[in-house]
């Protein structure tokens, strides 16, 4: 029964020749394409590098509270004192000192550390749930075309067609302030969540047909193979056979589809920032860091520094792993 | 041919139509009043009546669109008596709160992002390409390794960093480009491109990371292929190899993706427009989406989506010049 449960993707597991003690003959190991995949990714430097930084980034984001109450400052927190006359920080290198590792913001006097490690935050969490909710829609739309056939792919083929045709940016810098002003008149300042809900809602809304595409083109293909009917002749539902037959066979290009999508929503989210239509103030956000430095470049360029970074290798560490997770689990290519 | 750009037509005609009805909807229903919306903060209920009449906005939903299609084909006139508007076609709509036509808003602009994604992309597409292309060639080479690394990265740079990088390294602190400008081509050439060049060199170098990557790997593949090997038998000289035939098939794929990038970026370059503060259709939209200047923006979504179809047609009519493999039906 477990065979029927989990059938192989591939050809079958890959057996890979051992070289035993001399004397002995070779030792034979069968491996299943996953252990593979992971043999593959661990062997891989960039790989490793990149996801040793993301999961320091990741931990510094979900320990942002801790590292405050560690060093005792809040990202709100301004150090007015620090600041001249002009508004700039004053010491070398935009006010870096042994209480502010990275300086102070100019004009506002906060830490820029503290606002850094909280922007993290917001970045992180609205890329990965927008890549979540991506995945969510495009998974179950394209399953839904590549069984359904008929009208209802047809449908679906030009729903994505059109959605394409949408200019995915404009829309967001336009929809994300007309659907607050619906839900908020101009005296209320509209909560952080409802914020950062709307923006989850669009990047999802509009991002999910490459993932459709991917499935229904996968669905496809697999929906005729043997244990696809071998399935339904032992009795199975539909249901069992899309999620337990079919999704385990698809669940790998559905992996690297999401560890490409973060970087991308990461630094789109920087972008509506960068315009004012992100994440509003006071909530810490890379973009809107960025966008506020502008004034400051030919003055304190490490501001526009700092942030700028950040957002570059964070986006540059997941597109190298997103690579290496490509290149461990497609079984044809030769590394 | 002709049935196959006649079937293309009538499909994009649909898409926008269907584009047309889902901004419309958005930008005119969802509001709670686009009037109150578009009048300002200090209106008073008379003003917002009064711009509601003159604008059209009290009329029901479908009429509303019916009069904004026929005012894009044959203009309309807002208003009446004092008030008169006149809007000859294409009219995009009035803004209130700039007190001109649309159209008029979109013709200032357009120009100036025109200017952007055109020079960038003749940037992108020349330096990406040439650098995929020598690097397919040099392949596992000091130069081709050094190439992946730079497109590497630069596929990972964001405008908004690199741009303010450029700025204070070539602006700020060396002074060797002015401030970015936009001076009209008509007016002077050459002021036209020194003011341009900062946006050009960000937008070209950051983009053609991502064509040389695309472009070295597909000339590898074609390279490897049997016609290449053929062409090569029949003694033909190596440059001629490279570029007759291994090229012409590698670029296919490239004119797709590069007509779809040059239509997206027509709709507004905003990050270039905000950093270098150039008054394009992208600082447009940001500056009409900060007041909620609902006919600015509907405008520039619109036209955004006009140059992504019009741009997914030439690139499929482009395919049949320049890959002979390619047959259209």
């Given at each position: 029964?477990?065979?029927?449960?989990?059938p192989p993707?591939?050809?079958?597991?890959?057996?890979?020749?051992v070289?035993?003690?001399?004397?002995?003959?070779?030792?034979f190991?069968?491996?299943?394409p996953?252990q593979?995949a992971?043999?593959?990714?661990k062997?891989?430097r960039t790989?490793?590098?990149?996801?040793?930084?993301?999961?320091?980034?990741?931990l510094?984001a979900l320990?942002?509270p801790l590292l405050?109450?560690?060093?005792g400052i809040?990202?709100t927190d301004?150090f007015?004192?620090?600041?001249n006359?002009?508004g700039?920080?004053?010491g070398y290198?935009?006010?870096?000192?042994?209480d502010?590792?990275?300086g102070?913001?100019p004009?506002s006097?906060?830490?820029i550390?503290?606002q850094l490690?909280?922007?993290?935050?917001?970045?992180?969490?609205?890329?990965f749930?927008?890549?979540l909710v991506?995945?969510?829609i495009g998974?179950?739309?394209?399953?839904l075309?590549?069984w359904?056939?008929g009208?209802?792919?047809?449908?679906v083929n030009?729903?994505?067609d059109?959605?394409?045709?949408?200019?995915f940016?404009?829309?967001?810098?336009?929809?994300?302030?007309?659907l607050?002003?619906?839900?908020?008149?101009?005296?209320?300042?509209?909560?952080?969540?409802?914020?950062?809900a709307?923006i989850?809602?669009?990047?999802?809304l509009f991002?999910?047909?490459?993932t459709?595409r991917?499935?229904?083109?996968q669905?496809?293909?697999?929906r005729?193979?043997e244990?696809?009917d071998?399935?339904?002749a032992?009795g199975?539902?539909?249901?069992?056979i899309?999620?337990?037959q079919?999704?385990?066979n698809i669940?790998?290009?559905?992996?690297v589809?999401?560890?490409?999508?973060?970087?991308?929503?990461?630094a789109?989210?920087?972008?509506?920032a960068?315009?004012?239509?992100g994440?509003?103030e006071?909530?810490?956000?890379l973009g809107?860091?960025?966008f506020?430095?502008?004034?400051?470049v030919?003055s304190d360029p490490?501001?526009?520094l700092?942030?700028?970074?950040t957002?570059f290798?964070?986006?540059?560490a997941?597109?190298?792993l997103?690579?290496?997770l490509?290149?461990?689990?497609?079984?044809?290519?030769t590394? | 041919m002709?049935?196959?750009?006649v079937?293309?037509?009538?499909?994009?005609a649909?898409?926008?139509v269907?584009?047309?009805?889902v901004t419309?909807g958005l930008?005119f229903?969802?509001?709670s009043?686009?009037a109150k919306?578009m009048?300002?903060k200090?209106?008073t209920?008379?003003?917002i009546a009064?711009?509601e009449r003159?604008l059209?906005?009290d009329q029901?939903?479908?009429?509303?669109y019916a009069d904004f299609?026929?005012?894009v084909f044959?203009?309309r006139t807002?208003?009446e008596?004092?008030f008169?508007q006149?809007?000859p076609?294409?009219?995009l709509g009035y803004?209130?709160?700039?007190n001109?036509?649309?159209?008029e808003?979109?013709a200032q602009?357009?120009?100036?992002?025109?200017?952007?994604?055109l020079g960038?992309?003749v940037?992108?597409?020349?330096l990406?390409?040439?650098?995929g292309?020598?690097?397919a060639?040099?392949?596992g080479?000091a130069?081709?390794r050094a190439?992946?690394?730079?497109?590497l990265?630069?596929?990972?740079m964001q405008?908004?960093?690199?741009?303010?990088?450029l700025?204070y390294?070539?602006?700020?602190?060396?002074?060797?480009l002015p401030?970015p400008?936009?001076t009209?081509?008509t007016e002077?050439?050459l002021?036209?491109?020194?003011g341009?060049l900062l946006?050009?060199m960000t937008?070209?170098?950051?983009?053609?990371?991502?064509?040389?990557?695309l472009?070295?790997a597909?000339?590898?593949?074609?390279?490897?292929?049997?016609f290449v090997?053929?062409a090569?038998?029949?003694?033909?000289?190596?440059?001629?190899?490279?570029?007759r035939?291994?090229?012409?098939?590698a670029?296919t794929?490239?004119?797709t993706?590069?007509?779809?990038?040059?239509?997206t970026s027509l709709?507004?370059?905003f990050?270039?427009e905000t950093?270098?503060g150039?008054?394009?259709?992208g600082?447009a939209?940001?500056?009409?989406?900060q007041?909620l200047?609902?006919p600015?923006v509907?405008a520039?979504?619109?036209l955004?989506?006009?140059?992504?179809?019009v741009?997914n047609i030439?690139?499929?009519v482009?395919?049949?010049v320049i890959?002979p493999?390619v047959?259209?039906s």
């Open positions: 029964m477990s065979e029927l449960s989990h993707a591939a050809p079958g597991p890959d057996i890979e020749a070289p035993g003690p001399a004397g002995r003959p070779a030792e190991v069968g491996r299943s996953g593979l992971w043999l593959r990714l062997r891989d790989a490793r590098a990149s996801a040793v930084t993301l999961a320091v980034a990741a510094v320990g942002a405050g109450r560690l060093t809040d990202p301004k007015a004192d620090r600041l006359d002009f700039m920080p004053i290198a935009g006010g870096i000192s042994a502010h590792w990275l102070l913001e004009g006097g906060r830490d550390l503290m490690v909280y922007g993290l935050r917001t970045s992180l969490f609205i890329a749930t927008s890549a991506a995945t969510g998974v179950a739309v394209g399953v075309a590549g359904a056939r009208w209802l792919d047809s449908a030009w729903l994505i059109l959605t394409l045709a949408f200019p940016l404009i829309f967001a810098l336009a929809v994300i302030p007309i607050q002003d619906r839900f908020y008149s101009d005296r209320e300042a509209p909560s952080p969540a409802f914020r950062v709307l989850v809602a669009t990047f999802g991002s999910w047909t490459y459709a991917l499935v229904r083109g669905v496809i293909s697999l005729e193979r244990f696809v071998a399935a339904r032992a199975a539902g539909t249901a069992h899309l999620l337990r079919l999704l385990p669940w790998a290009p559905i992996l589809t999401v560890s490409l999508m973060v970087p991308q929503f990461i789109i989210e920087a972008a509506l960068f315009v004012n239509i994440v509003t006071p909530t810490p956000d809107r860091m960025i506020n430095s502008i004034g400051y030919a490490w501001y526009t700092f942030p700028g970074l957002v290798l964070l986006v540059l997941f597109n190298l997103g690579d290496a490509r290149d461990s689990l497609d079984p044809r290519s590394r | 002709l049935r196959f750009v079937r293309r037509l009538l499909v994009a649909l898409t926008l269907v584009i047309s009805l419309f930008f229903a969802v509001p009043s686009p919306v009048c300002g200090n209106c209920a008379e003003d009064q711009v003159r059209g906005i029901p939903l479908p009429r509303q299609v026929h005012g044959a203009g807002y208003g008596g004092d008169r006149d809007c076609a294409p009219c803004s209130f709160r700039n001109q036509p649309v159209t808003i979109v602009r357009a120009p100036v992002t025109f200017s952007i994604v960038g992309a940037l992108w597409l020349g990406g390409v040439s650098l292309m020598v690097s060639l040099r392949r080479t130069f081709d190439a992946i690394g730079v497109t990265a630069g596929a990972s405008v908004y960093f690199f741009g303010l990088i700025l390294l070539l602006v700020y602190s060396t002074g060797l401030f400008s936009y009209p081509l002077s050439p002021r036209w491109a020194a341009l946006p050009w937008l070209g170098f950051l983009n053609s990371a991502l064509y040389a990557r472009s070295r597909q000339m590898l593949e074609t390279l490897s292929e049997d090997r053929t090569r038998a029949k003694g033909l000289p190596a440059r001629k190899v490279h570029t035939h291994a090229l012409r098939a670029i794929p490239i004119v993706i590069a007509g779809l990038d040059i239509g709709g507004g370059t990050i270039t950093i270098f150039l008054q394009g259709l600082k939209t940001v500056e009409a989406v007041f200047n609902l600015v509907m520039t979504v619109l955004a989506a006009v140059f992504i179809v741009a030439v690139v499929d482009l395919y049949a890959d493999r047959r259209l």
